[in-house]
């Protein structure tokens, strides 16, 4: 297994137009652990998302992700869905981005699509029927399940996504992410619009999928209780740069982060501050 | 959570009688103003070309009159029936009665198509009338998996049923190729232009999609009516072979399938040969969008349709994707016009309107997107219906439109509305329409 840090991102810079949303930005992501990016509304965090999974060009920059066995990928050559299928990086979306009007079992279903595409021998095996795409297919279901076992979703399997109350919606498009096997899992304010007991719930389960999937993870939060509690390193930016880094407790106690938060908004320093007495 | 509202508030509901009258005479004053020239005045040339005029002006004030009552009146029916909600307009109990039917009516309607010949065999209009609803439902089948799987508005479906028409009929006439064989090639330059299609668009969504497949419907027509060396241009194609039951044609000849089977040729033999043909054909096109809707290939149109920019996120390939609905509609469109040109023994470039486009896509839309059974019954009514208004001459449009758009109000999404999911666990539930998404392009 390889030791390099599974995303390593170089100088990374996006202009829109005369706007530098992300300024020469240089962070690494190490395997198996969770990386925190925070920082202050209009920091940059979700343009360096959309960098990382491809949504946007980037003007320039190098990342590179390192798979466990060593091949190294590098994202920014990488575009659109192919981020997702070659390079295994996954991601959820601030406002949720499920199927609506497909079941919980369905989106997950959707998530394996390459796999199942090639199973069912791109859609002429499972025209007629073979053997082997409905070997496929019970497997795939199995997968499903097994995840909405673990966000404990099972007995809604078969409800359309779309009328899941909102709590269960954040943690499907999570599970939805992981039913396309990532290496990395980029998931952008996965606690948004959650209560205390929820939180709670989703920092285990985002734990969990550290420990037993082995998935290297890369989140955006605003809860800094969440970051507080399962962050093993954290990246602050403020104004597209980063601005401190390290662990939770050492970019707490710092005072550029404490005067960003300030600056920007009063209540999130102070929860910042709070977060740790 | 909010506090519950009052269960039931009548009198705020209810705008009071002033606020009715002022509605009503707004609307009489708008028809006093549309129609004092309409009826109010009564024009026409006089004996020596002259223009005479007289005013109506007792006609005018009973036009005004019945609107400005007839506003109170729905006003009045209105706050009677109280707010609209489908539970109150249909109770429950006819509500689970049409579950119920829901399930019976597919194998219904399909043992009756299988009967229509033996049941009608004499009537002829209604054969060729029913011939005519099944090559439509076939078309809407074709068009359902672009429109109503994918989510891509395509308003020129018609161009792939006129590839595969010509298709047919230019490699029959010209090579003497069987129908058989020409019915696969059909489908696969009609898919080919599918792709074709499919390539320049793909960036564009919503009404720009709309606008470019309407464009190239009406390229596809002008293309047919222009190159006159190989479509016969306005003139179309004359004498497209009719189609052979495996080799044995359906004529009084000696070679003949009368003759062979030693009865008594009748032209009927034809038409219900035909009848089964596009039933086949219709079958298929069901069968294959059903299987393919439970594929992964099936699910990513849905997906595509619900939301495209998760679907690139879960690493789906939207372009190949889009194509290949593309490419699968326009393969049915052409099947359904190597038929139509089989059928008719005659094509021009008339047959390919955009009103046949219109036609198919307001069968889609009135079944309900994506359903199939609602394709059936939308196709009957359209096609139908509009053969039952025949006799009201030229008040058949007019009729229809109503009956369309007071269809619309009562059921928004369709006559079938609500999408059934393609895989389950335990319980396979209908998913509500106001949940599942009509697509952007």
């Given at each position: 297994m390889s030791e390099a840090p599974i995303l390593s991102v170089d100088k990374l810079s996006m202009r829109f137009g005369g706007i530098?949303?992300?300024?020469?930005l240089s962070f690494s992501a190490a395997r198996r652990s969770i990386t925190a990016l925070i920082g202050p509304n209009g920091a940059g965090k979700t343009t360096v998302f959309n960098c990382i999974t491809g949504f946007y060009k980037p003007t320039s920059g190098a990342m590179q992700l390192t798979h466990d066995d060593g091949k190294t990928i590098r994202l920014e050559r990488l575009n659109d869905f192919r981020i997702s299928k070659q390079a295994k990086v996954a991601r959820t979306f601030q406002n949720i981005r499920l199927f609506?009007?497909?079941t919980a079992l369905e989106n997950l279903m959707v998530a394996q699509h390459n796999a199942l595409m090639l199973a069912s021998g791109l859609t002429f095996l499972g025209l007629i029927g073979a053997p082997s795409w409905r070997a496929a297919e019970a497997r795939a279901i199995d997968l499903a399940q097994v995840w909405l076992k673990r966000i404990g979703l099972l007995e809604r399997a078969?409800?359309?996504?779309?009328?899941?109350?909102y709590g269960d919606q954040r943690r499907l498009e999570i599970a939805r992410a992981m039913c396309t096997e990532p290496a990395l899992l980029c998931l952008d304010?996965?606690?948004?619009?959650?209560n205390a007991r929820e939180s709670a719930a989703l920092s285990e389960l985002l734990l969990s999928i550290r420990s037993e999937q082995g998935t290297s993870i890369l989140l955006i939060e605003h809860d800094m209780s969440v970051v507080m509690e399962i962050s093993d390193h954290v990246v602050v930016m403020d104004h597209g740069v980063k601005i401190a880094e390290g662990t939770p407790q050492h970019v707490r106690d710092d005072p550029k982060v404490i005067a960003a938060y300030l600056g920007a908004d009063e209540q999130e320093a102070i929860a910042v501050m709070e977060s740790g007495t | 959570m909010s506090a519950p509202l009052p269960a039931s508030a009548p009198a705020s509901r209810a705008p009071g009688a002033a606020l009715i009258f002022k509605n009503a005479a707004i609307s009489a004053l708008v028809a006093l103003v549309l129609f004092s020239?309409?009826?109010g005045v009564r024009t026409e040339a006089g004996p020596d070309g002259q223009l005479t005029y007289w005013t109506r002006f007792g006609e005018l004030a009973t036009v005004v009159a019945l609107v400005f009552g007839g506003s109170i009146i729905v006003e009045l029916l209105r706050q009677w029936w109280g707010p609209a909600s489908e539970t109150k307009i249909i109770p429950p109990s006819v509500q689970n009665g049409l579950a119920v039917a829901g399930r019976w009516i597919g194998p219904v309607l399909l043992v009756f198509a299988i009967l229509i010949p033996v049941i009608f065999y004499n009537e002829r209009y209604l054969l060729d009338l029913s011939i005519l609803v099944l090559t439509y439902v076939m078309l809407g089948w074709g068009l359902n998996v672009v429109v109503?799987?994918?989510?891509l508005l395509d308003l020129g479906y018609v161009a792939f049923y006129a590839v595969g028409a010509y298709s047919y009929a230019l490699l029959a006439t010209?090579?003497?190729?069987?129908f058989w064989i020409c019915l696969p090639l059909a489908g696969i330059l009609a898919a080919f232009c599918g792709v074709l299609l499919g390539f320049p668009v793909l960036r564009l969504r919503g009404d720009y999609l709309a606008i470019v497949t309407l464009a190239f419907g009406e390229i596809i027509r002008l293309v047919l009516i222009n190159w006159q060396s190989l479509t016969?241009?306005?003139n179309g194609v004359t004498g497209i072979p009719r189609p052979t039951l495996f080799g044995i044609p359906?004529?009084?000849?000696?070679?003949g399938l009368a003759a062979l089977l030693r009865i008594e040729f009748s032209p009927t033999h034809r038409i219900v040969f035909l009848f089964y043909l596009i039933l086949a054909l219709a079958l298929i096109t069901n069968w294959v969008t059903i299987r393919l809707r439970r594929l992964p290939i099936g699910r990513a149109w849905e997906a595509l349709r619900e939301d495209e920019v998760a679907c690139r996120a879960l690493g789906i390939n939207t372009t190949t994707t889009k194509l290949t609905a593309f490419a699968t509609g326009a393969m049915f469109g052409g099947f359904a016009g190597a038929f139509f040109a089989t059928r008719q023994g005659f094509i021009s470039?008339?047959?390919?309107?955009?009103h046949e486009s219109a036609l198919v896509l307001a069968i889609v839309v009135l079944g309900g997107m994506g359903s199939q059974l609602g394709v059936v019954l939308a196709a009957i009514a359209m096609i139908g219906g509009f053969e039952l208004f025949r006799?009201?001459?030229?008040y058949r449009m007019l009729v229809f439109g109503l009956a369309m758009v007071l269809l619309m109000i009562w059921r928004p999404r369709g006559l079938i509305g609500h999408r059934a999911p393609t895989?389950?666990?335990e319980k396979n539930q209908a998913i509500s329409s106001d949940l599942v998404k009509e697509g952007h392009g």
């Amino acid at each position: 297994m390889s030791e390099a840090p599974i995303l390593s991102v170089d100088k990374l810079s996006m202009r829109f137009g005369g706007i530098v949303a992300v300024n020469e930005l240089s962070f690494s992501a190490a395997r198996r652990s969770i990386t925190a990016l925070i920082g202050p509304n209009g920091a940059g965090k979700t343009t360096v998302f959309n960098c990382i999974t491809g949504f946007y060009k980037p003007t320039s920059g190098a990342m590179q992700l390192t798979h466990d066995d060593g091949k190294t990928i590098r994202l920014e050559r990488l575009n659109d869905f192919r981020i997702s299928k070659q390079a295994k990086v996954a991601r959820t979306f601030q406002n949720i981005r499920l199927f609506p009007g497909m079941t919980a079992l369905e989106n997950l279903m959707v998530a394996q699509h390459n796999a199942l595409m090639l199973a069912s021998g791109l859609t002429f095996l499972g025209l007629i029927g073979a053997p082997s795409w409905r070997a496929a297919e019970a497997r795939a279901i199995d997968l499903a399940q097994v995840w909405l076992k673990r966000i404990g979703l099972l007995e809604r399997a078969d409800d359309a996504a779309g009328n899941l109350p909102y709590g269960d919606q954040r943690r499907l498009e999570i599970a939805r992410a992981m039913c396309t096997e990532p290496a990395l899992l980029c998931l952008d304010e996965p606690a948004a619009g959650l209560n205390a007991r929820e939180s709670a719930a989703l920092s285990e389960l985002l734990l969990s999928i550290r420990s037993e999937q082995g998935t290297s993870i890369l989140l955006i939060e605003h809860d800094m209780s969440v970051v507080m509690e399962i962050s093993d390193h954290v990246v602050v930016m403020d104004h597209g740069v980063k601005i401190a880094e390290g662990t939770p407790q050492h970019v707490r106690d710092d005072p550029k982060v404490i005067a960003a938060y300030l600056g920007a908004d009063e209540q999130e320093a102070i929860a910042v501050m709070e977060s740790g007495t | 959570m909010s506090a519950p509202l009052p269960a039931s508030a009548p009198a705020s509901r209810a705008p009071g009688a002033a606020l009715i009258f002022k509605n009503a005479a707004i609307s009489a004053l708008v028809a006093l103003v549309l129609f004092s020239l309409m009826i109010g005045v009564r024009t026409e040339a006089g004996p020596d070309g002259q223009l005479t005029y007289w005013t109506r002006f007792g006609e005018l004030a009973t036009v005004v009159a019945l609107v400005f009552g007839g506003s109170i009146i729905v006003e009045l029916l209105r706050q009677w029936w109280g707010p609209a909600s489908e539970t109150k307009i249909i109770p429950p109990s006819v509500q689970n009665g049409l579950a119920v039917a829901g399930r019976w009516i597919g194998p219904v309607l399909l043992v009756f198509a299988i009967l229509i010949p033996v049941i009608f065999y004499n009537e002829r209009y209604l054969l060729d009338l029913s011939i005519l609803v099944l090559t439509y439902v076939m078309l809407g089948w074709g068009l359902n998996v672009v429109v109503g799987l994918a989510g891509l508005l395509d308003l020129g479906y018609v161009a792939f049923y006129a590839v595969g028409a010509y298709s047919y009929a230019l490699l029959a006439t010209n090579f003497g190729l069987s129908f058989w064989i020409c019915l696969p090639l059909a489908g696969i330059l009609a898919a080919f232009c599918g792709v074709l299609l499919g390539f320049p668009v793909l960036r564009l969504r919503g009404d720009y999609l709309a606008i470019v497949t309407l464009a190239f419907g009406e390229i596809i027509r002008l293309v047919l009516i222009n190159w006159q060396s190989l479509t016969g241009g306005p003139n179309g194609v004359t004498g497209i072979p009719r189609p052979t039951l495996f080799g044995i044609p359906l004529t009084p000849a000696d070679d003949g399938l009368a003759a062979l089977l030693r009865i008594e040729f009748s032209p009927t033999h034809r038409i219900v040969f035909l009848f089964y043909l596009i039933l086949a054909l219709a079958l298929i096109t069901n069968w294959v969008t059903i299987r393919l809707r439970r594929l992964p290939i099936g699910r990513a149109w849905e997906a595509l349709r619900e939301d495209e920019v998760a679907c690139r996120a879960l690493g789906i390939n939207t372009t190949t994707t889009k194509l290949t609905a593309f490419a699968t509609g326009a393969m049915f469109g052409g099947f359904a016009g190597a038929f139509f040109a089989t059928r008719q023994g005659f094509i021009s470039p008339e047959s390919f309107t955009f009103h046949e486009s219109a036609l198919v896509l307001a069968i889609v839309v009135l079944g309900g997107m994506g359903s199939q059974l609602g394709v059936v019954l939308a196709a009957i009514a359209m096609i139908g219906g509009f053969e039952l208004f025949r006799g009201l001459d030229q008040y058949r449009m007019l009729v229809f439109g109503l009956a369309m758009v007071l269809l619309m109000i009562w059921r928004p999404r369709g006559l079938i509305g609500h999408r059934a999911p393609t895989v389950f666990l335990e319980k396979n539930q209908a998913i509500s329409s106001d949940l599942v998404k009509e697509g952007h392009g």
